[in-house]
């Protein structure tokens, strides 16, 4: 009974979905969690990446299973130890189109422990950081604040401001703004100028 009903709600997630017994926990006890989705990997319906974490692979028909991207397997991590991610300044630089090297162990900023975890191929660093690092952890803005560290003060052009203030919406806009107060002084008016440009 539990089974079919954790089994239900992984499709219904859909290919890609990476979880840890304690998002089923409305389900039934940890223990009866555990067994069914120790039996749905002993099905093959879902792949035991670590121990505590498995997924719902998306399947390709030219190579099979393929593995989770290093920025799920972290969000999934965070989520199952309860803690709060953001990508290191490199990585948010990255995504934001703002440099054009890939980093070679993604690195997320967090308040849990400094650690590395190894995932099947993939090794990603996790690194204990201030609440100030952390503003807007999860979301767009948070990117943006970790893209500009990376950047650096004195690199910021009118490039920059214009790339990143194309990478966010209207509210992302408002909530960049309200949370600009909790970071570093020599951001707040390169954020004015983000909100201004857009």
Not at 10 to 23: E, H, L, N, W
Not at 34 to 46: E, K, N, T, W, Y
Not at 175 to 198: D, E, G, T
């Amino acid at each position: 009974m539990i089974t079919s009903s954790i089994k239900q709600r992984i499709i219904d997630k859909g290919r890609g979905a990476i979880f840890a017994p304690s998002d089923f926990l409305g389900v039934g006890s940890r223990a009866s969690v555990d067994q069914a989705l120790s039996r749905l990997a002993d099905q093959g319906v879902i792949r035991r990446l670590t121990r505590g974490l498995y997924d719902y692979p998306k399947k390709s028909p030219r190579f099979g299973f393929l593995s989770p991207s290093a920025d799920d397997i972290a969000k999934a991590v965070a989520r199952k130890d309860g803690q709060i991610l953001q990508p290191s300044p490199s990585m948010a630089a990255n995504q934001l189109g703002l440099s054009t090297q890939v980093p070679s162990k993604p690195t997320y900023m967090t308040d849990g422990p400094t650690r590395t975890k190894k995932v099947g191929r993939q090794v990603i660093q996790f690194r204990n950081a201030s609440s100030k690092t952390l503003v807007g952890a999860g979301q767009k803005t948070g990117v943006v604040f970790q893209a500009l560290r990376y950047v650096g003060k004195d690199r910021v052009n009118t490039q920059v401001v214009d790339q990143l203030a194309r990478a966010l919406d209207y509210n992302d806009l408002k909530l960049l703004a309200k949370q600009s107060r909790h970071v570093p002084a020599w951001m707040h008016p390169i954020i004015q100028q983000i909100v201004s440009n857009a």
